[in-house]
């Protein structure tokens, strides 16, 4: 597929969880601009264009796991496949204090584009393979920043965010927090549920089990980090589903 929006990992993998990153990369296609956003490769390395280090630890995982992945490839600037189509932030202008030049004329045709050329493909991938195996478990993939806007440090390393569909969730916070080096956010360092994001999309909808780990990004920054975090959370994974008991 020429520009693909997404990539499948380990598609015929037997396992039942399916791994996901919303935002897997900074890549910018030719199609929207030319392949630029107008930033600095500073900016385009930031958390406003991609979750570092998240693809490492969700290849890791999914391998881990025996399991397929399903990664994006645009940048969540591009358009952020974890919105609601009729999400204001779907299309960001300015991001953590950085005007997006892009997208600053961006119009409804323009969004139109970027939500079928990417947008959708990418949530269509996911639906289907969703829809492989009747007990299918959700689990995405996401990184967040040491500090945001400006304020203070976070203090925790790992986060698990869920919403009202919290019986992978709960486990797993217990599972970690017994972990005595780990300070874990319990729907930190974001509340669990945004009305139409991937989570509610593909799971919540569906009543399909699922949990969001969000990971520090300053921890997975190198290869070596994002497989030993996959290797430390996988077991931790497989513990909370069985203790769960869905």
Not at 175 to 202: F, M, S, T, W
Request: a negative charge.
């Amino acid at each position: 597929m020429i520009d693909a929006p997404y990539h499948i990992l380990g598609k015929d993998r037997p396992g039942r969880w399916l791994v996901t990153c919303d935002h897997a990369t900074n890549r910018v296609p030719e199609t929207v601009n030319g392949g630029t956003l107008g930033l600095s490769d500073a900016d385009m390395e930031r958390h406003i264009a991609y979750d570092v280090g998240a693809a490492g630890v969700t290849r890791e995982l999914a391998r881990l796991l025996n399991s397929p992945a399903v990664l994006s490839d645009f940048s969540r600037l591009v358009i952020d496949p974890n919105r609601g189509e009729d999400d204001p932030t779907l299309l960001m202008k300015i991001y953590d204090g950085t005007i997006i030049p892009g997208n600053r004329h961006a119009d409804a045709v323009e969004i139109e584009h970027r939500l079928a050329a990417y947008y959708r493909p990418y949530h269509a991938a996911l639906s289907e393979m969703c829809e492989r195996r009747d007990d299918v478990v959700i689990v995405s993939v996401h990184s967040f920043t040491p500090a945001l806007n400006g304020h203070g440090m976070r203090p925790w390393q790992v986060g698990i965010l869920y919403a009202h569909d919290n019986r992978l969730a709960r486990p797993l916070i217990a599972r970690l927090n017994e972990e005595a080096d780990l300070c874990v956010g319990d729907n930190e360092p974001y509340a669990g549920h945004l009305p139409g994001d991937a989570i509610d999309k593909h799971a919540l909808a569906h009543n399909r089990p699922n949990a969001l780990i969000e990971l520090r990004n300053d921890l997975i920054k190198s290869d070596d980090a994002q497989k030993a975090w996959a290797a430390r959370l996988a077991p931790m994974l497989e513990h909370a589903l069985s203790a769960a008991q869905i």
